[in-house]
């Protein structure tokens, strides 16, 4: 990035700070704050072990400082500008998550788009909402959900119960979410049959109500299939041959009550061995790719909600829980401060960008664009302010 283009970011983002409304974390003056200012070369530095009595109005000092990204810290303490964490006297930290497209399965960096990143990343958060409020019991209001204003979303939790956790007992939230170590027999229990016990996976919650309830649509899925079709699609599955396929069948259409109950030894291995085969893709499809070190970091720093996004321009935005369906990051994160006028930058072509509504070819050279999209591009490399 050259001179003018980081001066003219930094005139900008001191712009947005000057007009923005910032809201503050519950007890910030116990959050130690940092930043990362807009330096040459292709290194960055971390500036930090600040407190708010340190930066005073924390707008004033964006307005002022014009950082590229600012932090506060997921941890309260006694004196959060101390220089070392031992001096800092840790208080408790909010629980926090970070889902980053670029680190989930389905997406491959460098190949796909922008928006389908940010979509892929919308359904695991979407995945990591339910973890959080159906496993965990987490109410909405105690539940903080950000557009990262880059590659993804953050979930702060700060209910009062999970603030003293250590960092092993975040890292037990973490595998669970993440579905690390969740296998068959881990989700069943033994239950009395009269003179003998069964094996019955638990329906009441958890993984093993999500297992239950995916074998059980997929069991009406073979319901409304021919005999040929069904056996067919159950030879997909591995250890399912054609003996256990027609046992399956056979068994759903004649003790469709005992599978509702959780029943799995039933024809001899083979509803037991289809409900294996589930597991494995119930964990595949529903966990949540979270960023562990995030979460198990109690002195993590975090964006702070409504700052600016130095490798995009964009805003880093807290959206309720009601309006994450609609919620479109391109559109929504797009600061209207920049929405007035038009830039001239210089690009090297490529992908095509999609911002506010709008896409934009971009030709090699010199174009004139909306000065959000203009903004867009020198954040993130992909140009310069032109003359």
Same mark, same amino acid.
């Given at each position: /990035?050259? +001179?003018?283009?980081?001066?003219?970011?930094?005139?900008?983002?001191?712009?947005?700070?000057?007009?923005?409304?910032?809201?503050?974390?519950?007890?910030?003056?116990?959050?130690?704050?940092?930043?990362?200012?807009?330096?040459?070369?292709?290194?960055?530095? /971390?500036?930090?072990?600040?407190?708010?009595?340190?930066?005073?109005?924390?707008?004033?000092?964006?307005?002022?400082? *014009?950082?590229?990204?600012?932090?506060?810290?997921?941890?309260?303490?006694? =004196?959060?500008?101390?220089?070392?964490?031992?001096?800092?006297?840790?208080?408790?930290?909010?629980?926090?998550?970070?889902?980053?497209?670029?680190?989930?399965?389905?997406?491959?960096?460098?190949?796909?788009?922008?928006?389908? /990143?940010?979509?892929?990343?919308?359904?695991?958060?979407?995945?990591?909402?339910?973890?959080?409020?159906? =496993?965990?019991?987490?109410?909405?209001?105690?539940?903080?959900? @950000?557009?990262?204003?880059?590659?993804?979303?953050?979930?702060?939790?700060?209910?009062?119960?999970?603030?003293?956790?250590?960092?092993?007992?975040?890292? #037990?939230?973490?595998?669970? @979410?993440?579905?690390?170590?969740?296998?068959?027999?881990?989700?069943?229990?033994?239950?009395?049959?009269?003179?003998?016990?069964?094996?019955?996976?638990?329906?009441?919650?958890?993984?093993?109500?999500?297992?239950?309830?995916?074998?059980?649509?997929?069991?009406?899925?073979?319901?409304? /299939?021919?005999?040929?079709?069904?056996?067919?699609?159950?030879? #997909?599955?591995?250890? $399912?041959?054609?003996? *256990?396929?027609?046992?399956?069948?056979?068994?759903?259409?004649?003790?469709?009550?005992?599978?509702?109950?959780?029943?799995? +030894?039933?024809?001899?291995?083979?509803?037991?061995?289809?409900?294996?085969?589930?597991?494995?893709?119930?964990?595949?499809?529903?966990?949540?790719? $979270?960023?562990?070190?995030?979460?198990?970091?109690?002195?993590?720093?975090?964006?702070?909600?409504?700052?600016?996004?130095?490798?995009?321009?964009?805003?880093?935005?807290? $959206?309720?829980? &009601?309006?994450?369906?609609?919620? &479109?990051?391109?559109? &929504?994160?797009?600061?209207?401060?920049?929405? &007035?006028? +038009?830039?001239?930058?210089?690009?090297?072509?490529?992908?095509?960008?999609?911002?506010?509504?709008?896409?934009?070819?971009?030709?090699?050279?010199?174009?004139?664009?909306?000065?959000?999209?203009?903004?867009?591009?020198?954040?993130?490399?992909?140009?310069?302010?032109?003359?």
């Amino acid at each position: /990035m050259d +001179e003018r283009t980081r001066a003219y970011l930094r005139g900008r983002f001191r712009d947005y700070y000057r007009k923005t409304e910032l809201s503050l974390p519950p007890a910030a003056e116990r959050r130690e704050w940092g930043y990362i200012p807009w330096t040459g070369g292709s290194g960055t530095t /971390m500036i930090r072990h600040q407190s708010l009595y340190d930066l005073g109005n924390v707008s004033e000092f964006l307005a002022r400082q *014009r950082p590229r990204h600012v932090y506060f810290s997921a941890g309260r303490y006694r =004196d959060p500008g101390a220089g070392t964490m031992g001096e800092k006297g840790w208080e408790g930290s909010d629980l926090v998550f970070d889902l980053d497209a670029d680190h989930l399965p389905a997406v491959t960096p460098g190949e796909d788009a922008y928006g389908e /990143m940010l979509a892929a990343c919308k359904e695991a958060l979407w995945r990591l909402l339910a973890f959080l409020r159906s =496993d965990f019991g987490f109410p909405g209001e105690e539940m903080r959900i @950000v557009f990262s204003g880059g590659r993804g979303y953050h979930v702060h939790v700060r209910e009062e119960s999970v603030r003293g956790l250590d960092r092993e007992a975040r890292r #037990e939230i973490v595998d669970y @979410v993440r579905g690390i170590g969740v296998e068959f027999d881990s989700l069943v229990d033994t239950a009395p049959s009269g003179t003998a016990t069964r094996r019955v996976l638990r329906t009441d919650g958890g993984w093993g109500q999500r297992v239950h309830r995916r074998l059980l649509a997929f069991l009406d899925d073979l319901a409304a /299939m021919d005999d040929a079709e069904a056996l067919s699609r159950l030879r #997909e599955f591995e250890r $399912i041959g054609e003996k *256990r396929s027609m046992a399956v069948l056979r068994v759903a259409r004649e003790n469709r009550e005992e599978i509702e109950r959780g029943t799995v +030894e039933l024809g001899g291995p083979a509803i037991r061995t289809l409900a294996e085969a589930i597991t494995e893709r119930t964990v595949a499809e529903k966990s949540a790719a $979270i960023d562990e070190p995030v979460t198990t970091d109690i002195h993590r720093l975090i964006r702070l909600p409504r700052s600016l996004h130095g490798g995009s321009a964009l805003a880093v935005t807290p $959206i309720d829980y &009601d309006d994450l369906d609609g919620f &479109d990051p391109l559109v &929504d994160a797009v600061p209207d401060v920049f929405a &007035d006028e +038009e830039v001239r930058v210089r690009t090297g072509g490529g992908p095509d960008v999609t911002l506010a509504g709008e896409t934009f070819t971009l030709p090699e050279g010199v174009t004139t664009l909306p000065e959000y999209a203009a903004l867009f591009l020198m954040a993130r490399g992909r140009g310069e302010k032109a003359e």
